[in-house]
Structures are given as structure tokens and as C-alpha cells.
């Protein structure tokens, strides 16, 4: 089965940096699109960023020149690199990911099990 497994989060000091990683592992004959969402306790589920297949990327408004969304096709892997790491950036982060996958071939859309980032002094 199709799995997304994210890695790298932590605990860091504001103005830090973090690397998160999402492995995507299974029967997937193609990626349309991955990327990373995020939610703080009380509130609601937000975009961070996204990638597509054929590398474009966006951001939420309140990332942009601090965090940077990457790929490795060949590892079937996306990257979030978050520099300049403030309190209000403390979440969960879940990696999502829109793959077309086998037996049978379909378009599915996936979710990681979530990684918690913790900014704090």
C-alpha cells in the first residue's frame, strides 16, 4: 500500500532552521503534486507549500522568503526547508501527496501521519 512517511521536525530556537522530509513509498506509477500543510491546536488545517510534476511552486503568505518546497523524483521524496523560524510557525506538519497509483490505476490523494515542529526560546 501507498504510504507517506515524514521525518525531521523538532524542537528549535526562533530564528532557527529545520529540514523536514516526505518519503512516499508504494505502487505509485506517477506524482501529480506533493506538498505540506500545517495546524496549530484551535485552528484549522492550513497550505504551506506546494510542488507540482513539473516543479512549480507556492507558498502561503506568511512563509514566503522563509520556507523552501523541493523534490527528488528518483527518492519519490519532498522537502520543506524552513529558515527563520518564528513562534507562530509551531504545528503539526503533514506532508499530502496527489499520486497516481496501481491495481488498479487511479488518482488518489494521500496524507503523512503528521510531524510536530516547536518553536521556542
Known amino acids: 500500500q501507498v504510504q507517506l512517511v515524514e521525518s525531521g521536525g523538532g524542537l528549535v530556537q526562533p530564528g532557527g532552521s529545520l529540514r523536514l522530509s516526505c518519503a512516499a513509498s508504494?505502487?505509485?506509477?506517477?506524482?501529480?503534486?506533493m506538498g505540506w500543510y500545517r495546524q496549530a491546536p484551535g485552528k484549522e488545517r492550513e497550505l504551506v507549500a506546494g510542488i507540482t510534476s513539473g516543479g512549480s511552486t507556492n507558498y502561503a503568505d506568511s512563509v514566503k522568503g522563509r520556507f523552501t518546497i523541493s523534490r527528488d523524483n528518483a527518492k519519490n521524496t519532498v522537502y520543506l526547508q524552513m529558515n527563520s523560524l518564528k513562534s507562530e510557525d509551531t504545528a503539526v506538519y503533514y506532508c499530502?501527496?496527489?499520486?497516481?497509483?496501481?491495481?488498479?490505476?487511479?488518482?488518489?490523494?494521500?496524507w503523512g501521519q503528521g510531524t510536530q515542529v516547536t518553536v521556542s526560546s
Open positions: 499530502y501527496a496527489v499520486l497516481q497509483v496501481e491495481r488498479p490505476i487511479r488518482v488518489q490523494d494521500y
Open positions: 508504494g505502487s505509485i506509477a506517477s506524482i501529480y503534486g
